[in-house]
């Protein structure tokens, strides 16, 4: 079974720190673009970040740069964000999703990507 599944969310106060995990299975990560995106109440979900397949370039949103990280781990099968300085803006719920080859111009775009995991939950909060 084809699948993407999200860990790591939770509640943390602002300046707080965490680190997401996507972990795949029945396909394997890195011949995939994969992206994280977010989605806050009432809002569209929005692109945070993406990591190509192979080269492994990275594309951050404005929003996040120089506080989240993308990597990959390709022997887990698995990508993470590490989030630093969250601040409450960042709370949303958390997507990650694999998709074709991406350039800068289209990473963000949420309709190149068909593989999605169930989400999960970051609140910042004090």
């Known amino acids: 079974q084809v699948q993407l599944v999200e860990s790591g969310g939770g509640l943390v106060q602002p300046g707080g720190s965490l680190r997401l995990s996507c972990a795949a299975s029945?396909?394997?990560?890195?011949?995939?673009?994969i992206g994280w995106f977010h989605q806050a109440p009432g809002k569209e979900r929005e692109g945070v970040s993406c990591?190509?397949?192979?080269?492994?370039?990275?594309y951050y949103a404005d929003s996040v740069k120089g506080r989240f990280t993308i990597s990959r781990d390709n022997a887990k099968n698995t990508v993470y964000l590490q989030m630093n300085d969250l601040k409450p803006e960042d709370t949303a719920v958390y997507y990650c999703?694999?998709?074709?080859?991406?350039?800068?111009?289209?990473?963000?775009?949420?309709?190149?990507?068909?593989?999605w995991g169930q989400g999960t939950q970051v609140t910042v909060s004090s």
């Open positions: 990591i190509k397949g192979r080269a492994g370039s990275t």
């Open positions: 029945g396909f394997t990560l890195d011949y995939y673009a």
């Open positions: 999703a694999a998709g074709p080859p991406v350039s800068e111009n289209t990473w963000y775009l949420r309709g190149l990507y068909r593989i």
